[in-house]
């Protein structure tokens, strides 16, 4: 009869332990050196399993997931998502979501419940992970013209490269000025402007600027009007963009449906339960009947991801 406050107390303690640690990780004070001269190197080092190359303060648990694959696509995701976490950090989080899951699914329910709440509660980080990174890939792709037009026009008034981009980090907004701000520190640093802007791509992870990059590095290593070259993609790309706008318009009745179609039996089944409990409640009742919420949240989550599929349409 005490398990059950026992228990609670466990997960309220373990909620906030993970709190702290992931605010003192994103907002506390490390090593000032350490910090600068992680933040100066701007390089996506997905072998340090950190934000930036930083190291982690638990390197056994960095090789063991790196041993699977998991700790350099985990790290390069941080990275490309502006998170200041390491992959174990951030993997320590998602197992700690999960396990909350696990054990308020053995105290409500059973063993299958558990595990459906272990599985949402590990996808979640992973979630908004996914959705920072393409929220801060489609900000800088929807900044590339502006920056391409001031590029143009400091190289058109007789500035050099490293000179224009420099002007971008006091002119553009983030991530923009951050991206270039590491870049001209990693120049400053004495690495070389191929690379630097070769790492920032890929830090980035959108296509449009490494066609930029690759115009620079080409012009750079075989000369040519680069100014002329720059406003050429410029053009191409504030096209491309406009093109991607106009099917977003096209298909927002469609995104919004799956939405809707995905909301609408919680919707549904939460006025039910408030209506008829008891109608509601059977579903829950132990024996098989339980297999049918699960199966119903699984199929209703591939319908979701089949919709979403159908209209992410590539430009």
Do not use: C, H
């Amino acid at each position: 009869m005490t398990f059950g406050p026992i228990l609670v107390s466990l997960l309220v303690a373990l909620s906030v332990l993970m709190g702290f640690m992931a605010l003192w990780r994103m907002f506390g004070a490390a090593n000032p050196v350490e910090e600068r001269l992680t933040e100066y190197s701007g390089t996506l080092d997905t072998g340090a399993e950190g934000y930036l190359g930083q190291r982690s303060r638990l390197p056994a648990l960095n090789r063991t997931l790196a041993g699977f694959g998991f700790g350099p696509r985990l790290a390069g995701s941080l990275t490309r998502a502006d998170i200041s976490m390491t992959a174990a950090e951030y993997f320590l989080i998602i197992f700690g979501a999960a396990l909350a899951g696990l054990l308020i699914g053995l105290w409500r329910g059973g063993v299958l419940l558990a595990l459906v709440l272990a599985a949402l509660g590990g996808f979640l980080p992973l979630f908004y992970l996914r959705v920072r990174e393409n929220r801060r890939r489609r900000a800088f792709t929807e900044q590339i013209p502006d920056i391409l037009t001031l590029m143009v026009g400091a190289l058109r008034a007789g500035y050099g490269l490293t000179q224009a981009m420099g002007l971008l980090v006091d002119e553009m907004a983030e991530p923009a000025s951050k991206e270039f701000s590491r870049v001209m520190q990693a120049i400053t640093l004495g690495v070389p402007m191929q690379r630097a802007l070769s790492d920032m791509a890929e830090r980035v992870g959108s296509v449009d600027w490494d066609m930029v990059v690759t115009a620079i590095n080409v012009q750079y290593e075989t000369g040519g009007n680069l100014a002329q070259t720059l406003d050429t993609i410029s053009y191409t790309v504030r096209d491309r963009i406009r093109l991607l706008r106009d099917v977003q318009v096209m298909t927002a009745q469609q995104r919004f449906t799956g939405y809707v179609l995905a909301a609408l039996p919680f919707i549904v089944g939460l006025a039910m339960f408030l209506i008829v409990p008891m109608y509601i409640s059977r579903l829950f009742e132990p024996g098989w009947i339980r297999l049918l919420p699960v199966a119903a949240l699984i199929l209703q989550l591939i319908g979701f991801l089949i919709i979403r599929r159908i209209v992410d349409i590539d430009v």
